[in-house]
């Protein structure tokens, strides 16, 4: 049979590129789109963790994503925040947006809260309007020491370009951003560290009890609440997902529905042969079934090129594709190749065969 399948598949070698081609892009859509939603998510929880800090105190009813957060909470609070017992480290944090790319207005100390903090050129910023960027910023925006460049509609030397890895990819001094976002003395959230040996469950009880009402988040907590907090992103995934479905399913349905009108005379002759219609039942859903393998197979390698190319265009674009999308992506693509085959493998099973002998 499956000789019979390869031969029916280099008969019509346009009809076949076509349908491999409609189920590989289906796979390669919910990857990249996927990765790319899930990457924007996860890489960022990822460099905030790499801090070194064990909790986020926020004002209360903030939200867990920063980027989204407000200047709401009061530098004051910092003192208090060192007091409580347990509490190792405090670093106070204003989260600004600049033409869809965030910033952090930093204490110069931070560089010390931080043990991921690590300058490749340069060195923390100590004058108003210097900045520290990370690597993948620096080359991204061909910025290099000593450069005047503008954020916040202001132009800032570049004093320190550190690691990529930490945080977010501009700092500048806490000060100056109070001042640019025109909120002296806030801050939208403090990184706290634990003292070592000691409970993180107790620091966070001690914290709750002196900060009442605060938003508390564990750190390493944060990859899983924001995807959970975050409700566009499912959605978003279960439409592409259903569109690469839908896709492979129509496309297939209709390139096996012709294959069976052009080969009606063909099947009629294995009909009289002898084949069963179960046989020619298996005959349709196999030859659907190598087809969307391949398909897979070249999905994934679209994949690939498809995200060397998303990176080497938006070098600052996260991408990451959870292990359970990559598993999935192809069943799906399968799964709705297969069933657009079935009607089609029905359809030629019932074939009389002496009228399809007669067909032209």
Wanted: net charge neutral.
């Amino acid at each position: 049979m499956l000789k019979l399948i390869s031969a029916n598949l280099r008969e019509r070698p346009t009809r076949t590129i076509v349908s491999v081609l409609a189920v590989a892009l289906g796979v390669a859509l919910v990857l990249i789109s996927v990765g790319l939603a899930n990457g924007q998510l996860t890489e960022h929880a990822k460099r905030l963790q790499r801090v070194g800090a064990d909790l986020l105190l926020q004002p209360p009813n903030s939200s867990h994503i920063l980027a989204i957060s407000s200047a709401a909470l009061d530098e004051r609070l910092l003192r208090l925040a060192k007091e409580v017992e347990g509490v190792a480290g405090v670093s106070p944090v204003l989260v600004m947006s600049d033409r869809f790319k965030q910033i952090f207005g930093m204490q110069r100390e931070f560089v010390e809260f931080s043990p991921s903090m690590e300058f490749v050129q340069g060195r923390m910023f100590r004058d108003p309007y210097e900045a520290v960027v990370d690597t993948i910023y620096a080359e991204h925006n061909n910025v290099s020491m000593g450069d005047m460049h503008e954020l916040m509609a202001h132009e800032f030397r570049i004093v320190g370009i550190y690691r990529a890895g930490t945080a977010v990819r501009v700092m500048i001094p806490l000060e100056t951003a109070q001042e640019l976002n025109g909120s002296p003395g806030k801050c939208s959230v403090f990184f706290i560290r634990g003292q070592q040996g000691l409970p993180l469950e107790t620091v966070e009880e001690r914290l709750m009890e002196r900060f009442e009402g605060f938003t508390i988040t564990r750190s390493a907590e944060l990859q899983e609440i924001w995807v959970e907090n975050t409700p566009a992103v499912r959605p978003f995934m279960m439409a592409i997902t259903s569109i690469a479905v839908v896709v492979s399913f129509l496309v297939i349905l209709l390139s096996m529905y012709s294959t069976i009108t052009e080969r009606t005379r063909e099947i009629g002759i294995l009909r009289s042969l002898g084949a069963s219609k179960g046989y020619i039942v298996q005959l349709i859903l196999k030859e659907s079934l190598l087809i969307c393998i391949i398909g897979v197979g070249l999905g994934f390698i679209l994949n690939v090129v498809g995200l060397y190319l998303v990176g080497q265009a938006f070098p600052t674009l996260p991408v990451e594709t959870p292990l359970a999308w990559r598993l999935g992506a192809p069943v799906m693509a399968v799964l709705g190749g297969t069933i657009g085959s079935i009607y089609p493998a029905i359809k030629a099973a019932r074939l009389d065969p002496v009228r399809a002998l007669g067909y032209e």
